[in-house]
């Protein structure tokens, strides 16, 4: 809904960056990623930001749409339903009404797999070190998101960890990943806030 980025682009630009393996997390739809995975030479994650009423729950290595609006726990349950993992993305981000508050987080916390303990998007520095204090606290694996809405954004945050084979190697590498990358720059918020307009009014 607030990106309008096409999936040809989107390849060469990973491509061009180095860039070998991708989370697609589109809001309330698995088809992007879907089908970037038949389309790309590099490994896709087919992952969703699945909005609840309580916040975005990120379903990972997903075969079909959740749908938005159930509760967090129906948004866990179906992730799980698809032997996916869940994450949570930019937590605590004060600036984003999406984002699940802390009272949301410690009531889940055994049902989470993966916490983004840093967002290039997410505009306090402060809030990585909470969010690595939530991760430890719970063990959690940490990971990290560009949370890309064009082109400039992609590469922007990232994990350089090993090749893995499937979900639960993933979060075995993921262990093992070092989180990378720089924030982007604020006004990146008004390409999306572009981008939504011209797709409710265009």
């Known amino acids: 809904m607030d990106c309008n980025t096409p999936l040809d682009e989107l390849i060469e630009r990973c491509n061009w960056l180095g860039i070998n393996c ?5 809001h309330g739809t698995a088809a992007g990623g879907l089908e970037l995975k038949q389309k790309a030479p590099f490994t896709v994650i087919v992952a969703e930001e699945i909005l609840t009423p309580e916040g975005e ?21 179906s992730i799980r339903e698809q032997d996916g993992l869940v994450c949570i993305p930019h937590p605590f981000d004060r600036f984003r009404p999406s984002a699940i508050k802390e009272d949301t987080l410690n009531r889940i916390a055994d049902k989470l797999d993966i916490i983004e303990v840093f967002n290039a998007r997410t505009l306090i520095f402060k809030n990585r070190n909470r969010v690595k204090a939530f991760a430890r606290k719970y063990n959690l694996k940490q990971s990290a998101g560009s949370d890309a809405h064009t082109l ?5 945050a990232y994990v350089e960890m090993p090749q893995f084979s499937g979900k639960e190697d993933f979060l075995n ?6 989180i990378c990358g720089k924030s982007t720059s604020p006004l990146a918020h008004f390409s999306s806030l572009k981008n939504r307009i011209k797709k409710r009014f265009g």
């Open 22 to 26: 991708v989370a697609i997390a589109d």
């Open 57 to 77: 729950i990120m379903g990972m290595f997903l075969n079909k749409t959740i749908p938005s609006g159930i509760s967090v726990e129906e948004a866990i349950n």
């Open 152 to 156: 400039a954004e992609i590469g922007n």
């Open 173 to 178: 590498a993921l262990a093992q990943g070092k």
